[in-house]
């Protein structure tokens, strides 16, 4: 199953080539694998991947993120729940001694979230990352189809499932709003259009005013704090 360009020598010959350091090249190398795995999984549709983004050749130049967020679209085949991510793992990272990565993985939920650890051993050398999985929330929510090239397994290309980009754009955006606010003192308000089609905002030290199209409400109204999670909310 495994990528067999992956061994020591291999990433080196990579790392002259594309004067990347090897050691960032390896944790590359080891991030492309887990998500090349998962994307030849028969659970590949499941996987909304959501920082597809940070795996560029010029990120790897500088510092290789070792952290993976996927979102998880529950199907018949393969639902949230630690059971069915704890039986793909132990498919996706089992070891053969013919494979040059040896794999260590833990599986655990916290606060409503499945994490795995990994540890890839590769050549001496341990690669610890962290993939992080949430649900999708919004039944109504499609993912967008992202061709991905492999640098580090002679420019391959694969295709992965990746969660619809406006809404990673619309929680940096509030995360900006938020830092905004504490450099200049201010609480800033933020007012969200179409809060309806976002399966969850984050929660930020600001006033928020989500503005949600409801069938049941004839009339606008407005919902304070005291009776939602959100900061404020407004329906029409």
């Not at 999984?41 to 290789?64: G, H, I, P, Q, T």
């Not at 979102?71 to 990272?93: C, G, M, P, R, W």
């Not at 995360?175 to 606010?181: A, M, Q, S, T, V």
Request: glycine share 2%; with cysteine.
């Amino acid at each position: 199953m495994g990528n067999r360009l992956l061994n020591e020598n291999f990433i080196r010959q990579r790392s002259e080539e594309l004067q990347i350091p090897f050691e960032n090249l390896l944790a590359a190398s080891i991030l492309e694998e887990i998500v090349q795995r998962i994307a030849e999984s028969d659970c590949s549709a499941c996987f909304w991947m959501k920082n597809s983004m940070n795996l560029k050749l010029e990120y790897y130049r500088k510092k290789v993120d070792l952290n993976l967020f996927f979102y998880i679209k529950n199907t018949k085949e393969f639902q949230f729940k630690k059971a069915d991510v704890s039986s793909l793992a132990a498919e996706l990272f089992r070891n053969y001694k013919k494979e040059a990565v040896h794999w260590n993985y833990n599986v655990y939920m916290d606060h409503g979230k499945i994490f795995i650890d990994i540890l890839a051993m590769l050549s001496s050398v341990k690669v610890p990352v962290k993939i992080k999985l949430e649900p999708v929330l919004d039944e109504k929510l499609t993912p967008y189809v992202r061709d991905f090239q492999l640098f580090t397994n002679n420019n391959r290309q694969i295709k992965i499932n990746c969660f619809p980009s406006e809404y990673v754009v619309t929680e940096k955006f509030l995360e900006i709003i938020e830092k905004l606010g504490q450099a200049w003192d201010l609480m800033l308000p933020v007012f969200i259009d179409n809060a309806e089609s976002v399966s969850e905002i984050n929660p930020i030290n600001a006033q928020v005013i989500r503005l949600v199209v409801s069938r049941d409400d004839r009339q606008l109204r407005a919902v304070t704090v005291e009776e939602t999670e959100f900061s404020t909310g407004v329906s029409a």
